[in-house]
């Protein structure tokens, strides 16, 4: 039989979301469950972003301001950079996607630390490139020395996801520094800060004040977790102009719809208010993270808004187990389960459910 699609995508795993919590009620006979699977912040809309969609949906029928040029104006002057080294896309995910078509043709190689954020290998397959997996330490966190030792001359992108999706650890800026300095100049390195926000340690830098500088730097963020849009998927990333230029290239056209547009712009006149919800999660990561400790005591410490169990092959029947007690978790078999972070009552309904789930 004639294919239609490329053979090789057959061995490639399928991005899983989070279930949906009204299938899952349903199913079990369940008046509502709870849904920690996603990492989304559980406080609703920002103050005026509803207004900002409703109007915004008036406009519908006409497209979106390609550029994003009002949205790039405000996060250049918020983040005191030029507008011309901002980039926004569908997510930072959608972005990232954008960086591997604009730097690797089949055969070159992306370099990212295993486990983390599931969509490298599908976006780094999507063009053909070879995923070099760099396995975690034993402390979950990347192993910045042997990412740099992976480079080749094939490399064209390095990925540091910083704090790390799913186990919420974060490199410091020691190691940053030396890592960076390793880098080949031709070779483009992400620091993707999509839980930049929830960091409360003072040695986990901010990529773009700390290595915004240097012109092989790309910092990614999104406005899809703490500024709770990510339903609209918006994120931006900020490089040098000339880097920024040829992301702008591959770009979908009009991707950073209308509505995104208008929201985003709304949810970042509330920086206070994003600031006050975020401390409400760093406060309870904290008390999740002390109480499931008491469960399973090699939970590592968390910079973002999820703390990681790191079961191994337990993973997925813990994460059944929580799921037949109407709480969502995000099982990665023979890895761990990570648990978003969610309401001080939705967190000790989870820790109620984990507590059975591990016997």
């Known amino acids: 039989m004639t ?19 009204a299938d899952v009620a349903r199913e079990l006979g369940l008046a509502e469950a709870i849904k920690l699977a996603s990492n989304e912040v559980p406080f609703g809309p920002l103050p005026g972003v509803a207004e900002a969609i409703a109007e915004a949906v008036t406009q519908s029928h006409r497209y979106p301001d390609a550029g994003s040029v009002a949205l790039r ?17 569908g997510g930072s995910v959608a972005l990232a996607e954008h960086l591997v078509k604009a730097t690797c043709l089949p055969g070159d190689e992306v370099v990212y630390s295993w486990r983390s954020f599931e969509a490298y290998p599908i976006i780094a397959a999507g063009v053909g490139a070879t995923s070099v997996r760099v396995p975690n330490t034993a402390a979950h966190g990347h192993d910045l020395p042997a990412m740099a030792g992976a480079i080749t001359d094939r490399t064209r992108l390095v990925i540091v996801c910083n704090p790390n999706n799913p186990t919420g650890t974060s490199s410091r800026k ?21 839980y930049r926000e929830f960091v409360t340690d ?10 915004g500088d240097r012109p092989n730097v790309v910092v990614l963020r999104t406005l899809s977790k703490a500024w709770g849009l990510a339903g609209l998927r918006v994120g931006y990333l900020v ?40 401390a409400i999660v760093v406060d309870e990561r904290a008390r999740v ?14 910079q973002s808004n999820f703390v990681w169990l790191p079961l191994g092959d337990r993973a997925a029947a813990f994460g059944a187990a929580c799921e037949q007690r109407g709480v969502i978790v995000r099982p990665f078999q ?20 984990a507590e059975k789930a591990a016997i």
Do not use: H
Not at 82 to 87: E, G, K, T
Not at 202 to 211: C, E, I, K, N, S
Not at 334 to 353: K, Q
């Open 174 to 194: 020691d190691e940053l520094d030396r890592f960076l300095d390793a880098v080949p100049d031709d070779t483009l390195v992400v620091l993707d800060e999509a």
């Open 239 to 278: 490089a040098q102009p000339e880097v920024a230029g040829a992301i702008r290239k591959v770009l979908t056209p009009f991707s950073t719809s209308m509505v995104a547009q208008a929201a985003a712009l709304a949810a970042l006149d509330q920086e206070a208010e994003v600031r006050r919800r975020c």
């Open 289 to 302: 993270t002390e109480a499931i400790r008491k469960i399973f005591p090699d939970v590592p410490s968390s």
């Open 73 to 89: 104006d405000k996060l250049a002057g918020w983040l005191d950079v030029d507008a011309d080294r901002i980039v926004t896309g």
């Open 202 to 211: 003072a040695d986990v830098p901010d990529g773009l004040r700390a290595y």
């Open 3 to 21: 294919r239609l699609t490329r053979a090789d995508l057959d061995a490639l795993p399928a991005y899983v979301a989070g279930r949906n919590v």
């Open 334 to 353: 023979g890895d761990g389960v990570r648990v978003t972070i969610g309401t001080p009552e939705e967190n000790d309904t989870f820790l109620a459910v």
